[in-house]
Structures are given as C-alpha cells and as structure tokens.
C-alpha cells in the first residue's frame, strides 16, 4: 500500500512538473487573469466612448480564470450587460422611471425565472403587450420573451444563451444584470465551514456582486421561450480566484480527461462544479502537489456519482441539477464506465491524452534520455507571447472602433469639440473605474491624442497655415503610444508640413528603438486568425518579468498607422491612394465592421523606411535614400508579420516610378494583387502606370 503511494505521490509531482511547463503555474494563471480583466476593461470602454455608456461587459470562463492551456484552445465568455433594464426579485426594489422587470419563480425549475414587465411611472404590471418581445402567460401577465436579443444575432450561431462566433473562437451571451443575490442561493452563505476558502470576504463580494439573467429556458420545460436562466458567474469567478495552483491543475487536467476519453459529453462547467463542490468539503492542507492524482481521482469519483445518479447540483443553487434532461440512460452508463477505467489506472491514463502532448512530455520524465532531444519540451514562455498578442490585437481594434465613432469625413466638417468629448469620457473611465480600467484608459489615451492631433495638423495643413501648437501638443501626449506609431505619425506630419529636418530626426529615433527581434508587429485589420501554436512571436523576455501592460506595448509593440480621411493632409499622395481603394461593389458589401476600408493603415516598419525613403529624396542624400529602399524592399520580403504587405508594396512601387523604374513598379503592382485582388487601390496604380508606357 505505501508502495502505491509512493509512486501516486512521485506521478503527482510529475505531472504537476509538466503542467507547470505547459502554462498552468501561479505565475501564467495570474497573467492570464490580469489580461482577461484588462480586456473586459477594453471592451467595456470601448462602448462607453461610442455610445451611452449603457452597456458593460464581462469575459467569463477558462481564458480569464487562468484554467485553460493553449491546447485546450478555450473560447473566450463574453456576457454583454445593457444597463437600461432593472431586474429586481421583490416590488421594495421597483424604482421610478427605470424599465423594471419583476422575476417570477412559480411554474419553473429551480435556477430559473420568468420576467414579468411593470410600468416605470407606477408600481403596477403591465397589461397591455408593449412589444413583440412579450407574450402573456396562462396568468394573463405581461413576460419578456428569451429571443428578446435574438436579432442582434445576425451571423452567428446560437448555442442555447450563447451567440457562437467560430472565427474569433468567442462565445457572446447578452444579459441582464440584478443587483440582488437571488434568493434561492441564500443558504450557500451560511453553508461552508468557517475555516475554508469560502470566507466572510468572497461571501461579501458575492452577495453584493448580485446576479444575472441570461436567454434561455429549461431544456425539459414546456414555456422554455418564456424563460431565463439565473446565472452567477461574478461570484463563481471569484471562486475560482480563490483557488490555489494544485485545484486549478486539477481542474485543467479534468477538462483534458472529459476531451480527450469523453468527447466533451461533459462540459467543463459541470467538471468547475464538481471541483467547487469538493473543494468546500475536503481539506485546504489536502490540496498540495504531493496529493494532484488523489485529488484528480477524488473529482473523478464525485463526477462518476453525478453522473450515476443523474444529479450535478449547481454549487450555488444545489436545487438546480445540471444534468436534468442532458443525457440518456446508455450515454450515462458509457460515461461512469470510462471513468471507472480512468479512475481504476490510478490516472496512468493521463499518458494518453494528445492534448499539449501531455502524454508525451510525461513518459519523457521516466525516460531522462529523450528529455533534451523531446521536440515537445517548448517553454511555457510562448502562452505569454499568445496570450499579450491576443490582448494587443483587441486592443488594436476596440481603438480603430472609437476613431471609426468620432470619423467625421462623411459630414466634410471636422468636429473636434466631439472627439475633445470622448477623450473625456477616457479620462472619466480612469477615475472612476477599477484598476483594470485605469489601464485600459492610459493605453487608449495616447493613441486617440496622437490621432487627435493629425487631424488638427491635416486642417491647419488644407488651409495653408503652419502647424497649430495645439495639434503639436496632441501629438507629443500620444508619442509613446507604443515603439512606432505615434512618433511615425509625428513625423508624416512634419514632413508633410515642410519640416524635414526634423521628420528625419524623429525617423532615425524610430529606426533606433524598433527592434526586428524583440517588437511585434500588430494590427486589428490582419484578417488572419489569432492561433494558439504562434511560436514565432517576439515579445521580449520583459513579458514574462513585467505585470505593467502598459509599459510592455510601450517597448514591444509596433501598432500598424492608421490615418483616417479626416487626415489625408498629413500623408503622402502614395499613402493617400489607400482610402480610395474599393469599388462601388465592394463598399456595398463589405463587412461594416471592417473600418479600416476607407482609411490608409500600414505597417509601422515599411512606414518608417518609405517615410525615410522620402525625406532622403528631399534632403538630396542619396545614398541615405538607396538605403531606406533597398530596407524596405527587404522588409517586404522577409517579415513574416505585415498584416499590410500589400500596401507595403503598393508604396514600394511608387517608390520605383519616382526612381523610374516602371518595370519594377509593375513587378510591385502585380505582387500586391496577387496577395489580395480585392480591396486593393493596385489596380489604379497599374492602369496608371500602362497609361505611362502608352
């Protein structure tokens, strides 16, 4: 018997070693989780600059838990919160004026409600139907439909409350926020023992951080349309915060088992459960590294029993089963079966799943001579690469949305004193938001100041006038935006303002900070999918010492330049061709979101050498000009990351007409519809170009 304990004790310590490599450490899971918040921070202030402010945003689940590996390949939970509604579960909380609506528990399953409409100017129900979103029940009242978000939902798959959006590997659930901890979960706070995780303080937090109610029904129920789910994912994540490192590998390694033997018939909610269940009923000091199997078979054999018995009692409303009308009778007998294998290995098991080569990475620490030549052994250093990609990326995009909001070149009119406006609404979110989103304002505010300014200089530029010290001081606040960009938009204003010397100074500036092997070229128009294999990404190693993302996209990312009509005064006539570039087709039918269409964006680093390029050809330094071509003819060639190349090119061939090498000009044209026929302003640029050799 000590033998096999013995040897539990040492599989353990071993798989506790390799799930350290592959990312599930103290340190990557509290990474995970502070870009997760910074991007719900994001999120939630991209819509409070571009609109009312009426809408919040949470990310949920395994990516900001920290419970997920880049193999396990986890979607990314996203509740969106409009505000305008008030769900209140008692009449004392109806108030004036607010769009009330009432929960009802009768005739539905425990975990969830009904929602009944009552007026806003009197404490009564509705009884007329105000929209086609109600329908009256058998009572005659008025209740809101679940499909009430159902049109928001337009090419997406529905997956009961979720919106599924398979590109971007994201789940959206649209619901609706009550300030009060339901009643049915009352007794959980007075449940657990004293000594546990589950404090007076995660109590606290629970109880005030409420509730929610997401659109979808009881699957066994026959009103299911009338129906909304309670949900308690504020409280659960800060459960899930609570957990130490050996419970959050036990739980990554269950949802492994559950994909790799069970073909995912049980969700990972359930297995996050189980643990929650387990974790409240078994002994802090059991759970160490010593004891990771044991505490993975425990989950194991409590999952097996719920599954037995048909029963997985939600952990705040034990009422609530979660395998109520989920599985049939041979299913569930299939299920407990391959768990009793698995258990029965005493987890050996675990040598079989592919996932993360998991499998792999564990018989070569019993083989010590295939360790070093294991082409499986990759540092868990890349999921930090992945991960900060992924927030900068979103970043990236949530900022051209608020540009898009405050884009005025379809009005022909420049209204700063709006884009003044949003610029307080940022400083607004930093003083009264939490830490998270202090620090999604002070990254958004230096690129919103940098864009500010250009479209100053382009009117100060079309009216002939010298460059405002208004528009200088804009641009000086967002020049460390990130290693390129806001500089490289200082200096195509100089430039294009006459100012040459000093564009070249600031070029040579830019020249010197951008290094190729630790900056990461990023940009939100890139149509290519985040992918969690990326290894050739090159943050520095400052990702893995640093927790101040502000500080890392200061000195790693080089965000593509984006110039919005509103400022083609403060680019060039090649750059300017860019926001010309669709046919009357294609600005029918492309995609709204993509707002970069109209606009000129390019990679800071083929920027940086056509800008230099241009200035040398000003300043007559020809050698100095050759240099900057033959830099950005190599640059084209061999950075794998341009998200424009096709631009790149583009200015590349007006570089070779300006040399008057027509040839090679075409030779560019050519390339760059090759890589993209569509969208794509080379097509002038060729016609224009045979129109010369005619």
Known sequence: MNRLSDEVRDFSFRLSHVLDEIG???????????????????????????????????????????????????????????????????????????????????????????????????????????????????????????????????????????????????????????????????????????????????????????????????????????????????????????????????????????????????????????????????????????????????????????????????????????????????????????????????????????????????????????????????????????????????????????VDRFNTSNTHTLNFDDMKYGFRKVLQFRENGSCSDRVAAEMTAPLLCTTMGTKLASADISRGQCISAESLQWLSLGIDSDVASGRLKLASVLFCSGDIGKASVILNDVEQRYDTRTTQPICACDSTPIRDDMCDLRFSDNCFLSNDNKTLMNTNVAFGVVFTRDEKRCVSTALQYEMFRCTEEELRTRDKHCHWIDWAVVDSLPYLYYLQYMTYRRLDNHLGQQRALCRLIHTIDSEPSLSHRETALNLLGQCMELEDRLVDAFTCYKRSLDMKPTHNVARWHVVKLLYRFL
């Open 24 to 402: 599930v450490n103290k340190r990557t899971v509290m990474m995970r989780r502070r870009t997760g918040l910074l991007m719900e921070s994001l999120y939630t202030l991209k819509d409070y600059v571009i609109s009312k402010g009426d809408i919040t945003h949470f990310y949920f689940g395994s990516q900001t838990e920290g419970t997920t590996t880049l193999g396990l390949n986890a979607d990314r939970d996203t509740l969106i919160c409009p505000n305008m509604y008030k769900i209140i579960q008692d009449w004392r909380q109806w108030e004036r004026g607010k769009a009330n609506l009432l929960m009802l528990r009768d005739n539905v399953a425990p975990g969830y409600c009904r929602l009944q409409v009552l007026r806003s100017d009197i404490a009564a129900a509705w009884e007329d139907l105000p929209t086609d979103d109600c329908e009256y029940d058998d009572e005659g009242r008025v209740l809101v439909k679940n499909t009430l978000f159902h049109n928001d939902d337009m090419g997406m798959i529905r997956h009961g409350p979720a919106s599924s959006n398979a590109y971007l590997n994201a789940d959206y659930v649209k619901g609706l926020p009550c300030k009060s901890w339901p009643t049915e979960a009352l007794p959980w706070v007075t449940r657990a023992a004293e000594d546990t995780w589950s404090d007076r303080n995660l109590k606290c937090f629970a109880v005030n951080s409420g509730c929610f109610v997401v659109p979808t029904g009881h699957c066994l129920s026959e009103t299911e349309r009338l129906e909304w789910r309670i949900s308690t994912s504020l409280a659960e994540r800060c459960v899930m915060f609570n957990m130490n490192i050996t419970q959050i590998k036990c739980y990554v390694v269950l949802k492994m088992i559950m994909k790799a033997f069970l073909n995912d018939i049980l969700t990972s909610y359930q297995c996050k459960t189980v643990l929650m269940h387990l974790v409240e009923i078994i002994s802090q000091e059991l759970w160490m590294e010593e004891n990771l199997v044991s505490c993975i078979m425990m989950s194991l054999r409590l999952l097996q029993l719920c599954v037995f018995t048909n029963n997985c009692p939600h952990y705040f409303i034990p009422e609530n089963n979660l395998l109520d009308g989920r599985l049939d009778l041979e299913t569930r007998h299939n299920v407990v079966h391959a768990i009793g294998n698995i258990i029965d290995s005493n987890c050996i098991a675990i040598l079989g799943i592919k996932i993360d080569n998991i499998g792999l990475r564990l018989f070569a620490t019993y083989n010590p001579f295939n360790m070093r030549n294991n082409k499986f052994m990759s540092p868990h250093m890349n999921t930090y690469r992945v991960v900060h990609y992924d927030l900068y990326r979103l970043f990236h995009k949530y900022f051209q949305a608020m």
